[in-house]
């Protein structure tokens, strides 16, 4: 069965350094896409930036990129200098052939000052 | 309209009621999907749509819960004989499917309390 997997259920990083948040991912199917969400203190979720697995280059957009290794079905995410804005809720999510997209149990990021 | 709008926000009812929540995609979105949310959890998947039909609906916990979706635009998630456990907040999101991509755009939720 597809799964997504997110082992840090929380992290501390000082403001302006770089974070990398780890998603593995499992799945038979050639065709998939993941997708990562960023869901503040007041609930909403927040599209960030997604990956098709036949995309040959690994997806950015503004701070954050998609660090894709698909031999080693990661998908990490990676901030650059981040920011105290940036302290949330981070979620994985994936989509399968059929179109479910499921999502892991998420990373709790903290910023600190 | 311009987001997905769900209703109500927040439901507050007795153990064994029946509950309707509702959502309202943006115009012209073909998919619709429904999560359930727990503190501090991720969203789990309950059942989506394609037009008017659920495509999976693989996540309904139980024959409590059941959603429609007759003209292919607004939704209703129906919980029947509410237990605690229904406490948590719903997420309807929905998506074009014009791209690849299928990026979902959420509502601000429906926050369930089953007392």
């Known amino acids: 069965a597809q799964k997504i997997t997110q082992t840090q259920p929380g992290m501390f990083v000082q403001e302006k350094e770089a974070v990398t948040l780890d998603c593995t991912y499992d799945?038979?199917?050639?065709?998939?896409?993941l997708f990562w969400y960023k869901q503040p203190s007041s609930g909403e979720m927040i599209f960030l930036i997604y990956?098709?697995?036949?995309?040959?280059q690994n997806a950015t957009e503004g701070r954050y990129s998609l660090n894709f290794q698909k031999a080693r079905k990661s998908a990490n995410l990676v901030i650059s200098a981040s920011q105290l804005g940036d302290s949330a809720m981070y979620f994985c999510?994936?989509?399968?052939?059929?179109?479910?997209?499921?999502f892991g149990k998420g990373t709790r990021l903290h910023i600190l000052p | 309209g311009a987001g997905v709008s769900q209703t109500p926000s927040n439901k507050v009812t007795e153990k064994g009621k029946y509950v309707e929540l509702r959502c309202d995609p943006i115009?012209?979105?073909?998919?619709l999907y429904w999560y359930r949310q727990s503190l501090g959890q991720g969203p789990e998947f309950l059942i989506y749509?394609?037009?008017?039909?659920?495509?999976?609906d693989s996540g309904l916990p139980n024959d409590r819960f059941f959603a429609v979706r007759p003209e292919g635009s607004v939704s209703t998630l129906k919980i029947q004989r509410t237990e605690r456990g229904d406490s948590a907040v719903y997420l309807c999101?929905?998506?074009?499917?014009?791209?690849?991509?299928?990026?979902?755009?959420f509502g601000a939720g429906s926050r369930l309390t089953v007392l």
């Open positions: 999510a994936s989509r399968w052939r059929d179109d479910k997209i499921i």
């Open positions: 799945t038979s199917d050639p065709s998939y896409g």
């Open positions: 990956q098709g697995s036949y995309d040959q």
């Open positions: 115009s012209g979105h073909t998919a």
């Open positions: 749509f394609q037009g008017t039909g659920a495509a999976d």
């Open positions: 999101a929905s998506s074009s499917h014009s791209s690849g991509a299928n990026v979902l755009t």
